[in-house]
């Protein structure tokens, strides 16, 4: 019921966003005299924030059609080059790009789409050969196609490292840090020749023993029968997915929302009051953070709940005790793919020194492959988007994969 009520929740607002919508046109058309008038002013930017705050927000385009390259403008087209029913690779094709270090960035699943590493994908476009995992909404797969789970997740990093090929790098951004780094186990234990050159861990949780997080404590305060009793619900018809068990995106953005809920007020605040002012360039980017941050997508049950029971519960992977398709995962037997962690000082999902454990962890690897990094002042967002990753963390983890790159 939980999702039916959701979906009859926002049918009910929608003449309240058609009136809205057309109210911040006619409030501000040149040829209404309110127009002009601070209280027009207020009842459209009124409008339009009602507008903007009910609207339902579908998958978004990654939109990079250029890149600058050494003061010259390089033309980027995007290409969908391997498949698979729950995610497919893509690949962000330039001229030039395949001289380039390969880097395969694994986008979280986590309830937003891989769009929200579009800044990480631009930064690194310039000077990488570069593809991203594209995952899914489960709300879209038809129940007869099957399932999804943590098991699948790390078959499918490894099974898209061989499609690359060897002489690629891997880089993980929050979530899939832990089946990245147990993808890579595996296939250094099989002496995998596709296994990648370096491998960087972006805050994720490697060991959520380490300064444990609101996440964190959510994630173990209650079994796992509550999970899946409280938060697991079916998708409701028409969607393609009817009757497949998820976990729905809308409940993972509202406990995303809540963590920081007296920030995201104050910037709808800011964003208000932009709007009543005319400045609508700051209204404007606010309003597109928001817009990604509120696509979000559906993750299956069995995903889910293997992930709360495997990262957070168990923390199978720092206890040793981790096994994928009876595979053990072994983190020792990395012994030639380069690491390197990075967390942000101000990161309230993971914690500081959680990613940077996997170190510990890789116990055969050199220290001279071996680098981490703490991005001072950045959040867990920030950590791969905005001026601090673009100004401060990128350049390193271009540097690390020039150093290692054969």
């Known amino acids: 019921m939980l999702y039916q009520l959701y979906e009859l929740q926002h049918a009910a607002f929608q003449p309240l966003r058609y009136f809205a919508d057309q109210g911040q046109h006619i409030l501000r058309s040149p040829y209404n005299p309110l127009a002009y008038s601070p209280a027009g002013r207020v009842m459209a930017a009124a409008c ?12 978004p385009e990654f939109g990079i059609d250029q890149v600058e390259i050494q003061g010259r403008k390089a033309v980027v087209t995007e290409e969908v080059v391997h498949r698979k029913i729950f995610g497919q690779l893509r690949h962000f094709k330039r001229r030039g790009s395949d001289k380039d270090p390969r880097l395969l960035i694994v986008s979280p699943l986590s309830g937003h ?3 929200l590493l579009r800044g990480t994908v631009r930064e690194m476009l310039p000077d990488h050969d570069i593809y991203i995992t594209d ?9 007869y196609q099957g399932t999804f789970d943590l098991d699948d997740y790390i078959d499918y990093v490894i099974e898209w490292l061989e499609a690359l090929g060897p002489d690629t790098h891997i880089m993980a951004v929050c979530q899939p840090a832990v089946p990245v780094f147990a993808a890579v186990s595996i296939m250094e234990a099989e002496k995998n020749p596709a296994a990648p050159h370096t491998m960087t861990l972006m805050g994720g949780p490697i060991d959520t023993r380490v300064n444990p997080t609101a ?7 209650q079994p796992l029968e509550w999970f899946q009793q409280n938060v697991i619900t079916h998708v ?15 409940l993972q953005l509202a406990g995303f929302m809540s963590m920081n809920l007296g920030d995201h007020m104050v910037r709808h605040k800011e964003m208000f009051d932009h709007l009543v002012a005319g400045d609508g360039e700051s209204a404007e ?4 953070f928001y817009e990604e941050y509120r696509a979000v997508m559906d993750l299956t049950e069995e995903f889910y709940l293997q992930t709360v029971k495997t990262v957070f519960q ?11 398709r009876d595979r053990k995962v072994d983190p020792s037997k990395i012994t030639r793919c380069a690491l390197m962690t990075i967390e942000g000082e101000r990161d309230d999902i993971s ?8 170190h510990t962890l890789a116990t055969k690897l050199p220290k001279a492959k071996k680098r981490h990094y703490l991005v001072p002042g950045a959040g867990h967002y920030g950590i791969f988007n905005g001026r601090r990753w673009r100004e401060k963390t990128a350049p390193k983890v271009k540097a690390f994969i020039a150093k290692h790159h054969q």
């Open 48 to 59: 339009e924030m009602i507008e903007h705050t009910t609207r339902r927000y579908c998958k």
């Open 113 to 115: 789409f891989a769009t």
């Open 135 to 143: 995952w899914r909404d489960a709300r879209d797969v038809p129940l």
């Open 215 to 221: 996440v964190n404590e959510v994630a173990t305060e």
């Open 236 to 250: 409701p018809a028409p969607n393609p997915g009817f009757m497949r068990r998820v976990y729905p995106g809308f």
């Open 285 to 288: 980017a606010s309003m597109a």
């Open 314 to 324: 168990d923390q199978a992977l720092p206890r040793g005790e981790m096994v994928s």
């Open 351 to 358: 914690g500081i020194g959680q990613t940077e454990a996997a």
